[in-house]
């Protein structure tokens, strides 16, 4: 695949933002329908991985594109850095934890793949053992795929200037001060280390393959990752069950 | 490997009961002393998996052997038929919960296992998903020894006579009513089909190897299992961390 330096982050010309902004709710709402299909027939199970740098944007997308969704169904889980209890255990063990049941929709902000990133670029560890993260994480994810769950990846893309932008803007605008954190402004530091680790992810776990977002206009970003989400649904030919006599 | 059934499920006639006897004590008051440092050192952590019929004396064995363990340090779970919220989950999501964290012990009365075995013997599922589940558990495995974890796995070998022998007994003791179900006398029933089935098990699962113990016998049984876990713990190599400054 292409250098993702290379891959563009905003929306080609022809999307019109007025346009594409209108599409968005619908696309909310008839996911919103399809879930409670989900829910009543309790077959199948989505799992939706967001990743994506800090101030790419994931806390925004998922009050925008999931608002309407019936909490009782849908469950979001934030995976901060391990604390003392998760590093007692293998990576995978919190994660397991908090994927969907059957019915239910799971959205991971961040996820297990923050556990072959970060690593990664902080020379935290060695090839071999990188390697078996990587096909760990292709097990995993088989484990639950043969168990009715459909996984979603999505990387949301922003350039090095949006991201620094946003991260500014957390010093500015007094509703974003709870967001801003010195240590982030170090990690942007690292930004092209990420983007090398990130495409081998790419290239490491690709089944099932990753959606790349576009990520620096917001409208753009949730249009995309809405309609994902709403096709992939639709593709599952979720059906209400019949009464049970 | 020999067929199960051609196996002894007895001890050699040189080893004398009352000289093994005492030696039980004494392999279960060493291991409770590499658990110790096994503790202290939080970096491995032991999984001990326990597979046998009804009645081959599972809850007896982890009683004697495991007696003046720190239970601080030492957990057993039980895995009965899965409950609705469980199979609500990938056959993993309830075991990957409960495997030891570093520097603990974990005993699986019953485990992941079950999840193969009696699917095969009741005829639930076909040879594709046995064949995913098979390598799902070697997969699972592989993840926790990359995390330090020990897994040492026993099949308590019952004759099918001893196993009879065992559950009339629980309808004559008192001490022992509760332990009866008559659908363990259904499940003997199917005992050459289980004898195949683990014959599978043996055969797809092998990494670590199976410990099969010839079980008609308490004291042998018990001295059996105590001393390979007492070895394991040996080669472990455990050290008490040093002082940090």
């Known amino acids: 695949m292409k250098k993702l ?12 933002k007025e346009k594409i902004k209108k599409l968005i709710p619908e ?8 879930q409670k ?17 800090d101030a790419s944007g994931k806390d925004g ?8 969704v019936n909490p009782l169904g849908c469950n979001v889980k934030a995976f ?3 604390t003392k209890e998760e590093l007692s255990y293998d990576f995978l063990w919190r994660v397991h934890k908090a994927v969907p049941p ?10 297990h793949y923050e556990d072959v990133l970060v690593p990664t670029v902080e020379g935290w560890i060695n090839k071999t053992e990188l390697k078996n993260r990587f096909e760990h994480i292709n097990n995993f994810e088989k ?10 990846k999505f990387y949301l893309h922003v350039s090095k200037k949006e991201q620094k932008k946003r991260l500014k803007e957390r010093k500015t605008n007094p509703k974003k001060f709870w967001k801003h954190n010195d240590g982030d402004w170090e990690t942007a530091k690292k930004f092209d280390r990420y983007m090398e680790a990130y495409e081998e ?13 576009p990520s620096d206009q917001n409208w753009y970003k949730e249009y995309l990752v809405a309609k994902k989400i709403k096709e992939t649904l639709k593709e599952m030919k979720l059906e209400y069950p019949g009464l049970e006599e």
């Open 102 to 111: 059957k019915g239910q929709i799971s959205i991971f902000n961040r996820s």
């Open 80 to 82: 901060k850095a391990p």
């Open 5 to 16: 330096l290379s891959l563009s982050t905003k929306a080609p010309e022809k999307f019109e």
């Open 37 to 53: 299909i989900l829910y009543a027939q309790s077959k199948y199970s989505l799992l939706v991985i967001l990743q994506g740098l």
């Open 201 to 213: 992810v790419f290239k490491q776990c690709k089944a099932p393959e990753w959606n790349i977002i």
């Open 143 to 152: 484990l639950l795929q043969d168990n009715g769950t459909v996984i979603l």
């Open 27 to 34: 696309l909310s709402e008839q996911i919103s329908d399809y």
């Open 61 to 68: 997308l998922i009050n925008t594109v999931f608002h309407g």
